[in-house]
Structure formats: structure tokens, C-alpha cells
């Protein structure tokens, strides 16, 4: 007898086509990375989605992006969102497990809610592809769902298999951090966002117009800023850890 295949980020139905790009909540995905490398670095986003954040860290650096998703529409959003910003990203379809690179390949190496939606070991081996395409001393960043946000965590626990993005296994920030640390990472921080962007999946219209009118307007971010790296990486819906690979 076969059995079926566990599911899996590649069963979910993205919709990259009528995606909603919300500049405000990536943007704080991207704050707190402050010590990027300069010109010329060569950066790789794991699961590329809409581009938005390799489109930004490509231009802040002033270096070369490079995006890997298996999702024709993921690859041709970002595509899209790159030239909006006006950089240049290379797009490579390809799974996150066996990455087409050689070891040492990247400066910075970001990926953001991506390993969650595979089985434990699957998640383990796209960590360790991260690292080892990731340069001695290059920067390492992963985002995922926070275990800890109550809002986020009661909608998937009540919806269960129909949860838009099931699977998806929240993680909690030590957890997090101790994953990286396993492949060898030095983690160097962690932090959150996405603090009121939580009740919109509770898909209520109340809760929609609460997370778009703090996003939209700017209050919602500004609150969440001021709350400490700590609160932020415990409170907010998604977690956040990144550190360097040793040099040695």
C-alpha cells in the first residue's frame, strides 16, 4: 500500500496572482536587520513570495538578489515587484531543499514563513541548505509563526486542516533560535512583528479594519516599535532570529 504524501507548503494555494502587497508589515519584517553587508553582496530569499523584502534588501545593500520559489506566480510577482523598486533580482525555480548553489554562494541567506509549513525534518534540512549556501561570517535571518500570539495560534488550533495555509507549525522564539543554533548559526538577536496584523486572521470584519487601518496609517507600527526587541519577538504573530555563520 502507498501512502499518501504528508502535505506540505507545495499542496497550499498561494494566489501569488491576487495577492495584496502590504509595504507597512514588511517592512517591519525587514527593521530590524541593520548590519547588512555593502555594495556588491549577493543575497538569497528562500520561498520568494512577492519579492518585496529581497527587492528591498537587494537595494539597501546595492548588491545582487536571487529568489528561489517552486510557484510560477510567486516567480513572476516578484519579478514584477523588483522593477518597481528598480533592482535587479535573479529568479531560480527550485525547492529549498536542495538548493542549486554552491557552498559559501551568499551574503545574507532570508527566508520568512516558509520552513513551517513542512514536516520537522523537512523544516531541519531547509535550515541546514540555508547555512550551507550562507558564506563564513554572512548574515542568516528566518521568520516564522509565533507559537506565543494568542490570536494566531487559537485560529489555526480552531480551524484546523482548513486553515488557508495548513500546514503550518508555529514556533516559539527560543524555539526558533535553537533550530538556527543547531546548523551552527551564532544567533545574534531576535525580535517580531506583526502585532495587530494578527486579528485580521481572525476573519472577522472588525478585526480586518482594526489591522488595515494600523497599517495603513502607521500608528499600529509605531506602537509595536516602541515595545521592546523582546516583546515584540514574544507578542507579535511572527517570530523572528538571525545571527552569522562562523567564520571558522
Known amino acids: 500500500m502507498t501512502l ?34 555593502g555594495s556588491g553582496a549577493r ?17 539597501r545593500c546595492g548588491g545582487r538578489g536571487v529568489g528561489v520559489d517552486n510557484d510560477p506566480q510567486a516567480m513572476d510577482l516578484a519579478g514584477r515587484v523588483a522593477t518597481s523598486f528598480g533592482v535587479c533580482i ?20 532570508y527566508s520568512q514563513g516558509l520552513i513551517e509549513h513542512f514536516p520537522p525534518d523537512t523544516s531541519e534540512l531547509l535550515v541546514a541548505e540555508h547555512v550551507r549556501v550562507l558564506r563564513p561570517g554572512g548574515l542568516l535571518a528566518v521568520s516564522v509563526p509565533n507559537l506565543l500570539n494568542p490570536f494566531h495560534t487559537w485560529l489555526k488550533y480552531r480551524e484546523g486542516t482548513s486553515y488557508r495555509f495548513y500546514p503550518e507549525r508555529s514556533y516559539t522564539p527560543r524555539g526558533l533560535a535553537a533550530l538556527l543554533k543547531r546548523h551552527g548559526i551564532n544567533v545574534s538577536g531576535r525580535d517580531g512583528y506583526g502585532l495587530f496584523w494578527s486579528l485580521w486572521h481572525q476573519r472577522s470584519r472588525l478585526a480586518y479594519y482594526v489591522s488595515a487601518v494600523t497599517l495603513r496609517c502607521g500608528f499600529g507600527q509605531e506602537f509595536e516599535m516602541n515595545l521592546t526587541p523582546t516583546l515584540r519577538a514574544h507578542l507579535c504573530m511572527m517570530t523572528f532570529a538571525w545571527g552569522r555563520r562562523p567564520l571558522a
Open 90 to 109: 535573479d529568479r531560480v525555480r527550485a525547492q529549498g531543499e536542495r538548493l542549486p548553489f554552491a557552498d559559501g554562494s551568499f551574503d545574507v541567506v
Open 4 to 37: 499518501p504524501a504528508e502535505p506540505n507548503a507545495r499542496s497550499i494555494a498561494w494566489g501569488w496572482n491576487d495577492a495584496s502587497v502590504v509595504p507597512a508589515y514588511y517592512e517591519r519584517a525587514l527593521a530590524p536587520l541593520t548590519d547588512l553587508p
Open 43 to 59: 543575497i538569497l530569499e528562500v520561498g520568494v513570495g512577492c519579492g518585496y523584502v529581497l527587492s528591498k534588501l537587494t537595494q
